[in-house]
């Protein structure tokens, strides 16, 4: 019988976030790139769109259940003025930090560029004003960063009232189908659910899924795959409750397959690169609108058309994913820590001298 030791537990953690963040990855190569040019015809294009569509309630979720699942000592074990740093001062900065560096890269490519490439779903602020309103709002492609700050504050300052927060939380999520137009103000509202329960529910998750269960995989793939096509017919998402329910039951799943992975494979290479998703993050779009000024203006037919959209973005994904890798390893020295880390005064101090 295969161990489970503690190391084990870090690998499932690691090679779920790793997928979870290559999985973003794809989601924008293929609807940011492939998506916006002469390849949305192609057999190869629509694949990909039917697959990672599919994927969408457990991509965002389980990076989120993850992140809740990570947080849960500083929630219950740390002061505020231990957690105020790394949890919130951190990812505000970043946030706002990254955001501004993909306006002004964005800004660029309008100005000298393919204005076409940037997405429709995250317009450019055209003042300083609505950069200031689409920071607040969350209307950001980093809105990820955002949410964690939110969601851990109101995880600490509620951690005595768990079940209450998860029911509000729960709530919440079950009615964002009436704002399915406004993505922005639903990611943050029905993601908040994954990460409660990954933080309140980290002692279950430990209890229940520290090793694969057959049955209880199979039951929970049921669950989330046979009523897909259905909900999909008749637009049921919106319903309260149904994204919900299915969403539960494909991280489950999904949780339970990576420890069944993670205890046979070795996932070295993924756990490494789930041991990595903040610089991926926070630096994939700056090579997605790269790469789109790029493949966008193509006129290929037959073949090579069908070729391109195939493997393109499953192999764009893997080289954004190593140029953030490799970029994050020369920026991140001396004062480039700073682009990845909230900066203190004695950090500041240090480096400039």
Not at 2 to 18: L, Y
Not at 302 to 329: D, K, Q, S, W, Y
């Amino acid at each position: 019988m295969p161990t489970h030791s503690r190391s084990k537990r870090i690998d499932w953690v690691d090679a779920a976030k790793g997928t979870c963040i290559l999985l973003v990855v794809l989601y924008h190569t293929t609807f940011f790139i492939f998506g916006a040019g002469a390849l949305t015809d192609t057999l190869g294009y629509k694949i990909w769109v039917v697959g990672v569509t599919a994927l969408t309630p457990l991509r965002m979720p389980l990076f989120f259940m993850i992140s809740g699942f990570l947080a849960y000592s500083s929630v219950f074990s740390r002061s505020w003025q231990q957690t105020f740093r790394p949890r919130i001062a951190t990812m505000l900065w970043l946030y706002l930090l990254w955001m501004a560096a993909y306006w002004g890269f964005g800004n660029l490519i309008s100005e000298y560029g393919n204005p076409a490439v940037i997405p429709d779903s995250d317009p450019l602020p055209t003042t300083i004003s609505g950069f200031i309103w689409k920071a607040f709002s969350g209307s950001s492609g980093l809105w990820y960063l955002y949410a964690l700050a939110i969601y851990f504050v109101i995880c600490k300052a509620l951690r005595e009232m768990a079940i209450p927060t998860l029911i509000a939380f729960a709530l919440a999520e079950a009615f964002t189908g009436i704002m399915k137009d406004v993505w922005h103000a639903s990611s943050l509202i029905e993601n908040g659910v994954f990460f409660a329960f990954g933080c309140f529910g980290r002692n279950f998750i430990m209890r229940h899924f520290s090793e694969f269960h057959a049955k209880r995989f199979f039951l929970l793939a049921i669950v989330a795959v046979v009523p897909m096509p259905i909900v999909a017919k008749y637009d049921l998402l919106t319903v309260p409750g149904v994204k919900l329910l299915l969403a539960f039951a494909i991280v489950f799943a999904a949780i339970d397959l990576f420890a069944l992975l993670t205890t046979y494979l070795n996932l070295r290479l993924l756990c490494a690169v789930g041991r990595q998703t903040l610089p991926i993050y926070v630096m994939h779009m700056f090579f997605v609108l790269t790469s789109a000024l790029i493949i966008i203006p193509l006129e290929l037919e037959g073949v090579a058309a069908e070729l391109l959209a195939f493997i393109g973005p499953p192999l764009l994904t893997l080289m954004n994913a190593i140029l953030c890798l490799a970029l994050h390893a020369l920026l991140n020295r001396r004062l480039g820590k700073a682009l990845f880390t909230f900066p203190s005064r004695s950090f500041l101090f240090r480096t400039a001298y």
